[in-house]
């Protein structure tokens, strides 16, 4: 990986020398992690990740965050139950289901990160997008990923596909650019015109959150 992608530090680190749970990531995915969420460090981050699965992800943040983070994963397996109070919080319910998302932040205080990595379904992952997006904090972080699904039929996507996860991508970047089209109402009226950048990879999406501002220039000249 340090080869590959010209990557070290100490989230390499954390999940190359993993032990216990198991942790399961692409490896393109650790310098993305650390380029977004290395700001959150040491800090007292409310962090919500979608998906538990064998738990090893939610330790690999701990790690990674730190003892002040506030961790929370949500699964629809109730056998993920197993790992709550581990490395964090775990709560069971579904991904699409804006109550049960609005009880999981209340109960977190607010949340200034997500990182979707559950379903990966289409349907899913426009449902907590326009769930959560409302309720992340200014300034903070919304992280999709395996969205190369986005391009599988059998998640509810397909290379010409309405529902393919990135036509919702180009509806927030029309959205980013309202000052320059006649288009004024929001595409994604849940986003609420707070999309200050939208970042695409490989299988990954990052959403910036914070206040649309009118753009302004001007000239100086000494």
Known sequence: MRERY????????????????KVHKWHHYLPLYDRYLSRYRGTPVKFLEIGVNNGGSLQMWRRYLGPDAVLC??????????????????????QDDPEFLASVVAEMG???VVLDDG???????????????PLLTTGGTYMIEDLHTAYYPR??????????????????????HMWYHNNKPARIPEMKREI??????????????AEAQRPTHSRVQK
């Open 6 to 21: 010209g990557f070290d530090g100490a989230l390499l680190d954390i999940y190359a020398q993993n032990e216990g749970v």
């Open 110 to 112: 607010g949340i200034d």
């Open 155 to 176: 998640f509810g996507g397909g290379f010409d596909a309405p529902e393919n996860f990135y036509n919702t991508v180009r509806r927030m970047i029309d959205d980013m």
């Open 196 to 209: 200050s950048g939208v970042h695409v990879h490989d299988s990954i999406v990052v959403i910036d959150k």
């Open 73 to 94: 994963g949500i699964d629809i397996n109730p056998d993920c139950a197993q790992y709550d109070g581990q490395s964090g919080m775990v709560r069971i319910g579904s």
């Open 119 to 133: 379903s990966h379904r289409m349907r899913h992952i426009e449902a907590s997008l326009r769930a959560l997006f």
